[in-house]
Nanobody, 125 residues
């Protein structure tokens, strides 16, 4: 059974930082990439970042480039999202998701098959 469990969301002031974690289990890790996708109220889901389990490549959405960093710890089966210089537009539910590495574009949220329950990030201005 595939499970993705997010943690680390919360309330932060604009300009501040937060780190999200996603503990992953039940996958053939080498075949998958793990990404973060967010959804703000009244808006469509938006790709944030992704990292394949088998390479060191990383992918970022344009709105977070230079501010967010995605990493993984293979020993802990965990993917992290370090978010710096947050602003009100970053307020959203952040989902961790997994999809086959070579199935569709990493930046297309529809290419992800497995999803966590989401964690709320709220940035106050």
């Amino acid at each position: 059974q595939v499970q993705l469990l997010e943690s680390g969301g919360g309330l932060v002031q604009a300009g501040g930082s937060l780190s999200l974690s996603c503990a992953v289990s039940g996958l053939t890790f080498s075949a998958y990439r793990v990404g973060w996708i967010r959804q703000a109220p009244g808006k469509e889901r938006e790709f944030v970042a992704a990292i394949p389990w088998s390479t060191r490549n990383t992918y970022y959405g344009d709105s977070v480039k230079g501010r967010f960093t995605i990493t993984r710890d293979n020993a802990k089966n965990t993917v992290y999202l370090q978010m710096n210089n947050l602003n009100a537009e970053d307020t959203a539910i952040y989902y961790c998701a997994a999809g086959l590495t070579y199935s569709g574009s990493a930046s297309n949220w529809k290419a992800y098959n497995y999803w966590g329950q989401g964690t709320q990030v709220t940035v106050s201005s």
